[in-house]
């Protein structure tokens, strides 16, 4: 798998529990995305960023954009994280959306997070609750999956976090 690093940025700590049992399964170094620097992950052959999913974009691929000049040349991947379950149609919107250009080609897995309103900032609770309302006007047999799961996870507090979802990136890394 060569020498890699892991870098992430998770706001309420699933990506940070991801990167984590990523770091268990590789033996990678880790970092916080917002602490990492080109240089340093110019050593590495491969990198890693988990990022967490909010309003559609993927939190830390800013690194990525910034650094992709000295990163030419490395296994790279990008593993998100949302709240919604795993939906293909989803995940192929959120690359088409997050990874333009010449970053296109990075292949993006995917791994469901948690919920948890309480521990929420007021403007995302806000976002939130915004959003449960404008889904609640559609009729429930016209829900996309991740409708159902932000309808289903108003006022609960869940974990759907999971090792099996690091099983598509780990055989990915493995592959030369």
Not at 90 to 117: C, M, Q, S
Not at 130 to 135: E, H, N
Not at 146 to 162: F, H, I, N, Y
């Amino acid at each position: 798998m060569g020498r890699g690093i892991i870098l992430y940025q998770s706001k309420y700590g699933a990506t940070e529990k991801y990167a984590k049992w990523l770091q268990e399964c590789t033996t990678y170094d880790i970092a916080e995305t917002k602490k990492a620097r080109a240089e340093t992950a110019a050593g590495y052959d491969v990198l890693i960023l988990c990022g967490g999913i909010y309003a559609s974009g993927i939190a830390g691929l800013s690194f990525l954009r910034k650094n992709k000049k000295a990163l030419q040349g490395k296994k790279i991947a990008v593993f998100c994280v949302g709240a919604s379950p795993y939906d293909e149609k989803a995940l192929a919107e959120i690359k088409a959306h997050n990874l333009k250009e010449d970053l296109k080609d990075i292949p993006v897995f995917y791994g469901r997070g948690a919920w948890d309103e309480a521990s929420m900032t007021l403007s995302d609770r806000t976002m939130c609750r915004m959003l449960q309302k404008a889904v609640a006007k559609k009729d429930p047999s016209e829900y996309e999956p991740w409708m159902s799961a932000l309808m289903c996870a108003a006022g609960e507090t869940c974990d759907w976090t999971d090792r099996k979802y690091l099983e598509p990136l780990l055989l990915y890394l493995r592959q030369e």
